[in-house]
Protein backbone atom coordinates (compact mmCIF):
# COMPACT_ATOMS: atom_id res chain seq x y z
CA UNK A 1 0.00 0.00 0.00
CA UNK A 2 2.65 2.36 0.83
CA UNK A 3 4.47 1.80 -2.65
CA UNK A 4 1.11 2.48 -4.41
CA UNK A 5 0.28 5.83 -2.13
CA UNK A 6 4.15 6.96 -2.98
CA UNK A 7 4.02 6.76 -7.11
CA UNK A 8 0.80 8.49 -6.34
CA UNK A 9 2.03 11.57 -4.56
CA UNK A 10 4.94 11.30 -6.68
CA UNK A 11 3.35 11.98 -10.12
CA UNK A 12 2.05 15.05 -8.48
CA UNK A 13 5.88 16.59 -7.82
CA UNK A 14 6.55 19.49 -10.16
CA UNK A 15 9.89 20.62 -9.49
CA UNK A 16 11.28 23.97 -10.37
CA UNK A 17 14.73 25.22 -10.58
CA UNK A 18 16.15 28.07 -9.42
CA UNK A 19 18.14 29.28 -12.71
CA UNK A 20 17.52 28.57 -16.04
CA UNK A 21 20.85 29.44 -17.25
CA UNK A 22 22.67 26.82 -15.26
CA UNK A 23 21.35 23.50 -13.22
CA UNK A 24 20.75 22.96 -9.77
CA UNK A 25 21.93 19.66 -9.38
CA UNK A 26 20.74 18.28 -6.20
CA UNK A 27 19.19 15.32 -5.10
CA UNK A 28 15.11 15.39 -4.10
CA UNK A 29 13.55 13.37 -2.02
CA UNK A 30 10.87 11.26 -2.26
CA UNK A 31 7.12 10.55 -0.61
CA UNK A 32 6.51 7.58 1.13
CA UNK A 33 3.51 7.23 1.87
CA UNK A 34 0.61 9.87 2.63
CA UNK A 35 0.89 10.09 6.28
CA UNK A 36 4.87 10.07 6.75
CA UNK A 37 7.40 12.72 4.87
CA UNK A 38 10.44 14.48 5.27
CA UNK A 39 10.15 16.80 8.57
CA UNK A 40 10.71 20.47 8.82
CA UNK A 41 13.25 20.36 11.66
CA UNK A 42 15.67 18.63 8.97
CA UNK A 43 17.84 20.50 6.26
CA UNK A 44 16.74 17.80 3.81
CA UNK A 45 15.42 20.27 0.63
CA UNK A 46 11.72 19.78 0.33
CA UNK A 47 10.98 21.43 -3.14
CA UNK A 48 8.72 24.02 -2.81
CA UNK A 49 6.39 23.17 -5.58
CA UNK A 50 5.39 19.87 -3.42
CA UNK A 51 4.01 21.97 -1.03
CA UNK A 52 1.23 23.52 -3.82
CA UNK A 53 -0.27 20.18 -4.40
CA UNK A 54 0.15 18.40 -0.74
CA UNK A 55 -0.39 20.00 2.42
CA UNK A 56 2.89 19.24 3.87
CA UNK A 57 1.55 20.35 7.53
CA UNK A 58 -0.88 17.74 7.97
CA UNK A 59 1.49 14.34 6.77
CA UNK A 60 4.84 15.40 8.64
CA UNK A 61 5.18 12.93 11.65
CA UNK A 62 7.14 14.52 14.44
CA UNK A 63 10.87 13.62 14.68
CA UNK A 64 12.84 13.85 17.96
CA UNK A 65 14.32 17.25 18.19
CA UNK A 66 17.55 15.79 19.42
CA UNK A 67 17.74 13.01 16.31
CA UNK A 68 16.42 15.45 14.39
CA UNK A 69 19.91 17.72 14.83
CA UNK A 70 22.16 15.11 14.54
CA UNK A 71 20.78 13.75 11.28
CA UNK A 72 22.37 17.02 9.60
CA UNK A 73 25.24 18.24 11.34
CA UNK A 74 28.77 16.38 11.39
CA UNK A 75 29.11 15.04 15.43
CA UNK A 76 32.52 16.16 17.23
CA UNK A 77 33.59 12.99 18.79
CA UNK A 78 37.07 14.83 19.90
CA UNK A 79 34.80 16.78 22.63
CA UNK A 80 32.66 14.32 23.97
CA UNK A 81 31.40 14.98 27.60
CA UNK A 82 31.97 11.50 29.58
CA UNK A 83 29.09 10.89 32.09
CA UNK A 84 29.56 11.57 35.58
CA UNK A 85 30.20 8.65 38.02
CA UNK A 86 27.73 7.72 40.71
CA UNK A 87 28.21 7.30 44.44
CA UNK A 88 29.10 3.63 45.09
CA UNK A 89 26.41 1.08 46.39
CA UNK A 90 26.38 -1.43 48.98
CA UNK A 91 25.64 -4.95 47.91
CA UNK A 92 24.26 -7.33 50.63
CA UNK A 93 26.50 -9.52 52.65
CA UNK A 94 27.72 -12.56 50.51
CA UNK A 95 26.89 -15.97 52.32
CA UNK A 96 28.25 -18.89 50.51
CA UNK A 97 26.75 -21.15 51.97
CA UNK A 98 23.67 -20.29 50.59
CA UNK A 99 22.53 -23.01 48.38
CA UNK A 100 20.59 -21.81 44.58
CA UNK A 101 17.51 -23.43 44.87
CA UNK A 102 16.32 -22.77 41.26
CA UNK A 103 16.02 -25.14 37.74
CA UNK A 104 19.12 -26.16 36.55
CA UNK A 105 17.63 -25.65 33.00
CA UNK A 106 14.59 -23.70 31.55
CA UNK A 107 13.54 -27.43 31.01
CA UNK A 108 13.39 -28.34 34.54
CA UNK A 109 11.70 -25.61 35.38
CA UNK A 110 7.96 -25.45 35.91
CA UNK A 111 5.61 -23.74 33.30
CA UNK A 112 5.49 -19.66 33.72
CA UNK A 113 8.75 -20.33 36.27
CA UNK A 114 10.07 -16.97 37.06
CA UNK A 115 13.85 -16.88 37.03
CA UNK A 116 13.89 -13.13 37.64
CA UNK A 117 11.91 -12.87 40.85
CA UNK A 118 14.13 -16.44 42.17
CA UNK A 119 17.46 -15.00 41.24
CA UNK A 120 16.51 -11.66 42.80
CA UNK A 121 15.21 -13.35 46.12
CA UNK A 122 18.78 -15.70 46.31
CA UNK A 123 20.66 -12.66 45.82
CA UNK A 124 19.00 -10.23 48.25
CA UNK A 125 19.32 -12.78 50.69
CA UNK A 126 22.94 -13.24 50.40
CA UNK A 127 23.84 -15.82 47.97
CA UNK A 128 27.26 -15.61 46.55
CA UNK A 129 27.00 -14.71 42.56
CA UNK A 130 30.05 -16.42 41.82
CA UNK A 131 28.06 -19.94 43.00
CA UNK A 132 24.78 -19.22 41.54
CA UNK A 133 26.65 -18.68 38.01
CA UNK A 134 28.66 -22.58 38.49
CA UNK A 135 25.18 -23.82 39.76
CA UNK A 136 23.38 -22.49 36.20
CA UNK A 137 26.03 -23.60 34.49
CA UNK A 138 26.27 -20.06 32.12
CA UNK A 139 29.15 -19.11 30.45
CA UNK A 140 30.54 -15.46 29.33
CA UNK A 141 27.65 -15.72 26.80
CA UNK A 142 24.82 -15.15 29.12
CA UNK A 143 26.58 -14.18 32.87
CA UNK A 144 28.56 -11.05 33.34
CA UNK A 145 29.24 -9.24 36.35
CA UNK A 146 30.75 -5.83 35.26
CA UNK A 147 30.67 -2.09 36.53
CA UNK A 148 27.62 -0.79 33.97
CA UNK A 149 26.73 2.36 35.94
CA UNK A 150 30.35 4.01 36.36
CA UNK A 151 29.83 3.35 40.42
CA UNK A 152 32.70 0.91 40.79
CA UNK A 153 30.43 -1.46 41.92
CA UNK A 154 29.68 -4.53 39.95
CA UNK A 155 26.09 -4.84 38.04
CA UNK A 156 25.32 -8.56 37.05
CA UNK A 157 23.85 -9.80 33.95
CA UNK A 158 21.57 -13.53 33.56
CA UNK A 159 20.58 -14.22 30.77
CA UNK A 160 18.23 -16.77 30.78
CA UNK A 161 14.30 -17.02 30.27
CA UNK A 162 15.15 -13.16 29.04
CA UNK A 163 17.86 -11.10 30.00
CA UNK A 164 17.74 -9.35 33.72
CA UNK A 165 20.09 -6.79 34.83
CA UNK A 166 20.77 -6.57 38.82
CA UNK A 167 21.87 -3.68 40.55
CA UNK A 168 22.81 -2.71 44.31
CA UNK A 169 21.19 0.22 45.84
CA UNK A 170 21.10 0.66 49.90
CA UNK A 171 22.44 -3.14 50.49
CA UNK A 172 19.75 -4.48 47.90
CA UNK A 173 19.44 -5.71 44.32
CA UNK A 174 17.13 -4.58 42.46
CA UNK A 175 16.13 -5.93 38.45
CA UNK A 176 16.45 -2.84 36.68
CA UNK A 177 16.57 -4.15 33.10
CA UNK A 178 14.15 -7.06 32.36
CA UNK A 179 14.07 -8.27 28.21
CA UNK A 180 11.71 -10.92 28.27
CA UNK A 181 12.16 -13.71 25.98
CA UNK A 182 11.48 -13.50 21.85
CA UNK A 183 13.60 -16.36 20.37
CA UNK A 184 15.59 -19.31 21.65
CA UNK A 185 14.92 -19.55 25.71
CA UNK A 186 18.73 -19.19 25.92
CA UNK A 187 19.65 -17.07 22.80
CA UNK A 188 19.73 -13.70 24.10
CA UNK A 189 23.35 -13.20 24.50
CA UNK A 190 25.58 -10.89 25.37
CA UNK A 191 28.13 -10.19 22.52
CA UNK A 192 30.07 -7.56 24.15
CA UNK A 193 30.30 -5.04 26.62
CA UNK A 194 32.73 -1.73 25.52
CA UNK A 195 32.60 1.74 25.65
CA UNK A 196 31.39 2.16 22.45
CA UNK A 197 30.52 5.68 22.04
CA UNK A 198 33.21 7.58 24.22
CA UNK A 199 30.74 8.60 27.09
CA UNK A 200 32.70 6.37 29.67
CA UNK A 201 29.82 4.48 30.10
CA UNK A 202 29.91 0.79 28.49
CA UNK A 203 27.20 -0.72 25.92
CA UNK A 204 25.77 -3.95 26.17
CA UNK A 205 25.28 -5.42 22.98
CA UNK A 206 23.14 -8.05 22.83
CA UNK A 207 21.63 -10.63 20.54
CA UNK A 208 18.90 -12.63 20.02
CA UNK A 209 18.00 -15.48 17.45
CA UNK A 210 14.52 -16.81 16.58
CA UNK A 211 13.85 -20.44 16.14
CA UNK A 212 15.26 -21.51 12.98
CA UNK A 213 14.30 -18.81 11.08
CA UNK A 214 17.64 -17.49 10.17
CA UNK A 215 16.89 -14.17 11.90
CA UNK A 216 18.85 -12.44 14.43
CA UNK A 217 18.15 -9.45 16.49
CA UNK A 218 20.57 -6.69 17.96
CA UNK A 219 20.24 -4.86 20.67
CA UNK A 220 22.09 -2.06 22.24
CA UNK A 221 21.29 -0.55 26.12
CA UNK A 222 23.47 2.07 28.18
CA UNK A 223 22.85 3.36 31.31
CA UNK A 224 22.10 7.37 31.11
CA UNK A 225 22.25 8.17 35.30
CA UNK A 226 18.58 7.30 36.04
CA UNK A 227 18.11 3.64 33.74
CA UNK A 228 19.20 1.91 30.96
CA UNK A 229 18.49 2.74 27.46
CA UNK A 230 17.92 1.38 24.22
CA UNK A 231 20.40 2.97 21.71
CA UNK A 232 18.61 1.52 18.72
CA UNK A 233 15.32 3.82 18.05
CA UNK A 234 12.15 2.20 16.59
CA UNK A 235 12.38 2.84 12.79
CA UNK A 236 8.65 4.43 13.13
CA UNK A 237 10.45 7.40 14.88
CA UNK A 238 12.87 8.67 12.38
CA UNK A 239 10.78 7.03 9.33
CA UNK A 240 11.54 10.46 7.46
CA UNK A 241 14.93 10.09 7.17
CA UNK A 242 14.37 7.07 5.44
CA UNK A 243 12.55 9.39 2.42
CA UNK A 244 15.86 11.01 1.96
CA UNK A 245 18.48 9.95 -0.71
CA UNK A 246 20.58 8.59 2.22
CA UNK A 247 17.85 6.77 4.09
CA UNK A 248 16.32 5.65 0.49
CA UNK A 249 19.89 4.47 -0.48
CA UNK A 250 19.60 2.35 2.72
CA UNK A 251 16.75 0.67 2.19
CA UNK A 252 16.97 0.28 -1.75
CA UNK A 253 17.44 -3.76 -1.30
CA UNK A 254 13.92 -4.43 -0.25
CA UNK A 255 14.78 -3.48 3.57
CA UNK A 256 11.64 -1.71 3.88
CA UNK A 257 10.36 -2.72 7.39
CA UNK A 258 12.98 -4.87 8.34
CA UNK A 259 16.12 -2.64 9.45
CA UNK A 260 14.99 0.47 8.81
CA UNK A 261 11.67 0.69 9.92
CA UNK A 262 11.50 -2.36 12.79
CA UNK A 263 9.10 -1.29 15.14
CA UNK A 264 11.27 -2.37 17.82
CA UNK A 265 14.36 -1.22 19.83
CA UNK A 266 16.61 -3.68 17.22
CA UNK A 267 18.38 -4.33 14.72
CA UNK A 268 17.33 -7.16 12.55
CA UNK A 269 19.99 -9.57 10.81
CA UNK A 270 19.80 -12.56 8.38
CA UNK A 271 21.90 -15.28 8.70
CA UNK A 272 24.37 -12.97 10.67
CA UNK A 273 26.98 -12.48 12.49
CA UNK A 274 28.48 -9.20 14.03
CA UNK A 275 31.45 -7.70 14.92
CA UNK A 276 32.47 -4.66 16.50
CA UNK A 277 35.15 -1.96 15.16
CA UNK A 278 36.02 1.51 14.68
CA UNK A 279 35.84 1.74 11.18
CA UNK A 280 36.26 5.05 10.28
CA UNK A 281 38.97 5.99 12.81
CA UNK A 282 37.29 8.36 14.90
CA UNK A 283 37.72 6.70 17.82
CA UNK A 284 34.01 5.30 18.22
CA UNK A 285 33.15 2.15 17.49
CA UNK A 286 30.32 0.48 14.94
CA UNK A 287 27.94 -2.14 14.94
CA UNK A 288 28.67 -4.12 11.97
CA UNK A 289 26.10 -6.96 10.73
CA UNK A 290 27.19 -9.27 7.95
CA UNK A 291 24.17 -10.50 6.78
CA UNK A 292 24.91 -14.04 4.39
CA UNK A 293 22.94 -15.79 2.03
CA UNK A 294 20.00 -17.87 4.36
CA UNK A 295 19.03 -21.12 3.01
CA UNK A 296 16.03 -21.42 0.51
CA UNK A 297 13.32 -22.39 2.89
CA UNK A 298 13.86 -19.04 4.59
CA UNK A 299 14.64 -16.54 1.56
CA UNK A 300 12.17 -18.21 -0.37
CA UNK A 301 12.66 -18.89 -4.32
CA UNK A 302 14.91 -15.75 -4.60
CA UNK A 303 17.89 -14.32 -5.73
CA UNK A 304 20.23 -13.18 -2.94
CA UNK A 305 23.44 -11.15 -1.73
CA UNK A 306 24.88 -11.50 1.18
CA UNK A 307 25.39 -7.36 2.78
CA UNK A 308 27.09 -5.75 5.81
CA UNK A 309 25.36 -3.37 7.43
CA UNK A 310 27.23 -0.62 9.34
CA UNK A 311 25.41 0.94 12.43
CA UNK A 312 27.10 4.25 14.03
CA UNK A 313 27.13 6.34 16.86
CA UNK A 314 25.55 9.87 15.51
CA UNK A 315 25.83 11.82 18.64
CA UNK A 316 21.90 10.27 19.99
CA UNK A 317 21.63 6.78 18.85
CA UNK A 318 23.97 3.91 16.62
CA UNK A 319 21.79 4.31 13.62
CA UNK A 320 22.00 2.55 9.76
CA UNK A 321 24.72 4.52 8.27
CA UNK A 322 25.85 2.23 5.11
CA UNK A 323 25.09 -0.73 3.48
CA UNK A 324 27.48 -2.45 1.12
CA UNK A 325 26.32 -5.69 -1.07
CA UNK A 326 28.05 -8.14 -2.89
CA UNK A 327 28.70 -8.12 -6.82
CA UNK A 328 25.77 -8.31 -8.62
CA UNK A 329 25.12 -11.97 -10.33
CA UNK A 330 22.17 -10.30 -12.89
CA UNK A 331 22.53 -7.96 -14.99
CA UNK A 332 19.26 -6.34 -13.62
CA UNK A 333 21.25 -6.16 -10.04
CA UNK A 334 23.86 -3.99 -11.77
CA UNK A 335 21.46 -1.86 -12.86
CA UNK A 336 19.58 -1.26 -9.68
CA UNK A 337 23.22 -1.12 -8.18
CA UNK A 338 24.14 2.15 -10.75
CA UNK A 339 20.66 3.89 -9.83
CA UNK A 340 21.36 3.72 -6.24
CA UNK A 341 24.91 4.87 -6.45
CA UNK A 342 23.66 7.80 -8.99
CA UNK A 343 21.15 8.42 -5.69
CA UNK A 344 24.21 8.68 -3.68
CA UNK A 345 26.16 11.12 -5.31
CA UNK A 346 28.67 7.97 -6.49
CA UNK A 347 28.75 8.79 -10.11
CA UNK A 348 31.96 6.85 -11.22
CA UNK A 349 30.19 3.76 -9.62
CA UNK A 350 27.19 4.18 -10.84
CA UNK A 351 29.05 4.80 -14.40
CA UNK A 352 31.15 1.56 -14.25
CA UNK A 353 27.90 -0.23 -13.14
CA UNK A 354 25.89 0.72 -16.26
CA UNK A 355 28.40 0.00 -18.61
CA UNK A 356 28.94 -3.47 -16.87
CA UNK A 357 25.25 -3.95 -17.62
CA UNK A 358 26.13 -2.73 -21.73
CA UNK A 359 29.30 -4.74 -22.41
CA UNK A 360 29.71 -7.46 -19.40
CA UNK A 361 30.06 -10.99 -20.45
CA UNK A 362 29.95 -12.24 -16.77
CA UNK A 363 26.56 -11.32 -15.60
CA UNK A 364 23.53 -13.54 -16.37
CA UNK A 365 19.81 -12.83 -17.91
CA UNK A 366 17.27 -13.10 -14.92
CA UNK A 367 14.47 -16.13 -15.48
CA UNK A 368 12.70 -17.20 -12.62
CA UNK A 369 11.95 -20.42 -14.25
CA UNK A 370 15.60 -20.66 -14.88
CA UNK A 371 16.60 -19.98 -10.81
CA UNK A 372 13.92 -22.06 -9.97
CA UNK A 373 15.18 -25.30 -11.52
CA UNK A 374 18.79 -24.50 -10.46
CA UNK A 375 17.26 -24.63 -6.77
CA UNK A 376 15.48 -27.68 -7.66
CA UNK A 377 18.63 -29.62 -9.07
CA UNK A 378 20.26 -28.38 -5.85
CA UNK A 379 17.90 -29.83 -3.51
CA UNK A 380 17.70 -32.84 -5.45
CA UNK A 381 21.41 -33.24 -6.14
CA UNK A 382 21.37 -33.38 -9.84
CA UNK A 383 23.21 -31.33 -12.45
CA UNK A 384 22.40 -27.80 -11.72
CA UNK A 385 21.44 -26.02 -15.17
CA UNK A 386 23.63 -23.30 -16.25
CA UNK A 387 22.42 -19.56 -15.81
CA UNK A 388 21.41 -17.88 -18.90
CA UNK A 389 23.73 -15.78 -20.16
CA UNK A 390 21.64 -13.38 -21.87
CA UNK A 391 17.90 -13.08 -22.28
CA UNK A 392 17.55 -10.78 -25.52
CA UNK A 393 14.72 -8.61 -24.75
CA UNK A 394 15.64 -8.10 -21.38
CA UNK A 395 19.20 -7.95 -22.82
CA UNK A 396 18.09 -4.60 -25.16
CA UNK A 397 15.66 -3.10 -22.30
CA UNK A 398 18.32 -2.80 -19.97
CA UNK A 399 21.18 -1.69 -22.09
CA UNK A 400 18.73 0.71 -23.43
CA UNK A 401 18.33 2.17 -20.14
CA UNK A 402 21.76 2.29 -18.84
CA UNK A 403 22.27 4.72 -21.73
CA UNK A 404 19.67 6.97 -20.69
CA UNK A 405 21.36 6.96 -16.73
CA UNK A 406 24.85 7.62 -18.39
CA UNK A 407 23.07 10.70 -19.87
CA UNK A 408 21.59 11.57 -16.56
CA UNK A 409 25.22 11.24 -14.94
CA UNK A 410 27.02 12.90 -18.01
CA UNK A 411 24.50 15.76 -17.59
CA UNK A 412 25.41 16.23 -14.03
CA UNK A 413 28.50 16.49 -14.28
CA UNK A 414 28.79 18.99 -16.95
CA UNK A 415 29.77 17.15 -19.85
CA UNK A 416 27.25 18.16 -22.27
CA UNK A 417 29.35 16.80 -25.56
CA UNK A 418 29.50 12.91 -24.30
CA UNK A 419 25.39 13.13 -22.95
CA UNK A 420 25.45 14.28 -26.98
CA UNK A 421 27.19 11.11 -28.04
CA UNK A 422 25.56 8.85 -26.13
CA UNK A 423 21.82 10.14 -26.91
CA UNK A 424 22.62 9.71 -30.14
CA UNK A 425 23.81 6.38 -29.85
CA UNK A 426 20.58 5.38 -27.63
CA UNK A 427 18.57 6.67 -30.70
CA UNK A 428 20.03 4.82 -32.88
CA UNK A 429 20.39 1.53 -31.81
CA UNK A 430 16.59 1.51 -30.26
CA UNK A 431 14.51 3.16 -33.22
CA UNK A 432 10.70 2.64 -32.79
CA UNK A 433 9.47 -0.81 -32.78
CA UNK A 434 12.49 -2.42 -30.87
CA UNK A 435 12.84 -3.70 -27.46
CA UNK A 436 13.90 -0.84 -25.97
CA UNK A 437 12.65 2.02 -27.06
CA UNK A 438 10.19 2.85 -24.19
CA UNK A 439 13.58 4.09 -22.48
CA UNK A 440 14.92 5.74 -25.67
CA UNK A 441 11.68 7.68 -25.93
CA UNK A 442 11.99 8.74 -22.90
CA UNK A 443 15.62 9.61 -22.88
CA UNK A 444 14.10 11.90 -25.95
CA UNK A 445 11.03 13.91 -23.94
CA UNK A 446 14.05 14.42 -21.35
CA UNK A 447 16.29 15.59 -24.05
CA UNK A 448 14.51 18.23 -25.78
CA UNK A 449 12.52 19.57 -22.55
CA UNK A 450 16.30 20.17 -21.43
CA UNK A 451 17.32 21.29 -24.63
CA UNK A 452 14.64 23.77 -24.55
CA UNK A 453 14.93 24.67 -20.85
CA UNK A 454 18.30 24.09 -19.48
CA UNK A 455 16.82 23.30 -16.74
CA UNK A 456 17.70 19.69 -15.20
CA UNK A 457 14.40 19.43 -12.71
CA UNK A 458 12.17 20.52 -15.52
CA UNK A 459 13.75 17.60 -17.86
CA UNK A 460 13.53 15.00 -14.63
CA UNK A 461 9.75 15.69 -14.47
CA UNK A 462 9.21 15.52 -17.85
CA UNK A 463 10.60 11.72 -18.13
CA UNK A 464 8.69 11.08 -14.87
CA UNK A 465 5.52 11.91 -16.19
CA UNK A 466 7.07 9.34 -19.51
CA UNK A 467 7.09 6.65 -16.59
CA UNK A 468 4.18 7.31 -15.00
CA UNK A 469 2.49 6.72 -18.44
CA UNK A 470 4.02 3.54 -19.74
CA UNK A 471 5.65 2.04 -15.83
CA UNK A 472 4.18 -1.41 -17.03
CA UNK A 473 6.40 -1.38 -19.64
CA UNK A 474 9.19 0.07 -18.10
CA UNK A 475 9.69 -1.05 -14.60
CA UNK A 476 9.25 -5.31 -15.51
CA UNK A 477 12.55 -5.36 -16.83
CA UNK A 478 13.85 -3.32 -13.56
CA UNK A 479 12.54 -5.74 -11.46
CA UNK A 480 9.09 -4.62 -11.01
CA UNK A 481 6.25 -7.11 -12.24
CA UNK A 482 2.91 -8.11 -11.26
CA UNK A 483 4.56 -11.46 -9.65
CA UNK A 484 5.21 -10.27 -6.35
CA UNK A 485 9.22 -10.67 -5.90
CA UNK A 486 9.58 -11.91 -9.49
CA UNK A 487 13.06 -10.79 -9.34
CA UNK A 488 13.43 -11.50 -5.56
CA UNK A 489 12.77 -10.11 -2.10
CA UNK A 490 16.14 -8.10 -2.49
CA UNK A 491 15.15 -6.21 -5.90
CA UNK A 492 13.99 -2.75 -5.40
CA UNK A 493 11.01 -1.67 -5.98
CA UNK A 494 10.43 1.16 -8.93
CA UNK A 495 8.55 4.20 -8.54
CA UNK A 496 8.23 6.89 -11.83
CA UNK A 497 10.66 9.37 -9.24
CA UNK A 498 13.08 7.10 -9.36
CA UNK A 499 13.52 7.35 -13.44
CA UNK A 500 15.20 10.53 -12.70
CA UNK A 501 15.78 11.33 -9.32
CA UNK A 502 17.11 15.11 -9.41
CA UNK A 503 16.57 18.61 -9.17
Known amino acids: MIKKISTFLLCLITVVCASCSTPQITQVVSLPSASATLPSNTDTPIPSSIASVVDISTIIPTLNPALAKVLTATPNFQNIVTRTPLSPQKCPEVNNSIVPEIPKSYIEAPPHYAY ?5 DYLNAGGSPKVLQNYLSLDSRYWAEKDLTGDSVSEILVSIIGLNIFMCEAGQYTNILYLPLEGDPMALALLAIQDMNLDGIPEMVLEDEIFSAGVRMYKIYEWDGKE ?4 IWPGAEFYA ?3 TPHGRGLSWYGNWGTNSLSPFNEIDGIASTASIEDTDGNGTKELIIHNQVPPERHRGISPWRATTDVYKWNGVIFMWYQV ?30 YQDVISSDTLYGWSLENYEQQLYALNQFTPTPTPIPVIQDEYDNLVAYAHYRIILLQIIQGDSVSAQATYKTLQEKFPDGTQGHRFAQ ?32 IFAYLGNTEEDNSHGSQSHYYTPWDMCPFE
Open 324 to 353: EIEPPIYRFEAVQDGDRMSLLGEYEEALAS
Open 241 to 243: WFS
Open 116 to 120: SEAIL
Open 228 to 231: FQSL
Open 442 to 473: MAAEFWQEYQFSQSLSEACLTAINYAEEYQNE
